[in-house]
Nanobody, 125 residues
């Protein structure tokens, strides 16, 4: 079975950093897309970042550009989200999501085939 395991969340002060990891397993494709979404309290889930492993194309939400960096190790099926200069408004549960068909990054949740369980990120002011 395909599984995604997100980890690396925690509590950090504003201006601090965290590195999230998403470990994927249960499939043999080397080319896929993995996105990070987040859901803040009282808000809808939103796309944050995405990477296409075939050519390294990335996509970022405007508010995280220059602060977050997404990288992948496609053969190990690991995707990382380095989050620097964190702000209280980054507080949310972060989810990784896997797309195996139509490999372009997007913010359309219905295009993602599998989801991880989420990891909590809390940024204190």
């Amino acid at each position: 079975d395909v599984q995604l395991q997100a980890s690396g969340g925690g509590l950090v002060q504003a201006g601090g950093s965290l590195r999230l990891s998403c470990a994927a397993s249960g499939f043999t494709f080397d080319d896929y897309a993995i996105a990070w979404f987040r859901r803040a309290p009282g808000k809808e889930r939103e796309g944050v970042s995405c990477v296409e492993t075939n050519d390294g194309t990335t996509l970022y939400k405007d508010s995280v550009k220059g602060r977050f960096t997404v990288t992948s190790d496609k053969y190990a099926k690991r995707v990382y989200l380095q989050m620097n200069n964190l702000r209280p408004e980054d507080t949310a549960v972060y989810y990784c999501a896997l797309k195996l068909v139509g490999l372009s990054c997007s913010w359309y949740e219905f295009e993602y085939d599998y989801w991880g369980q989420g990891t909590q990120v809390t940024v204190s002011s």
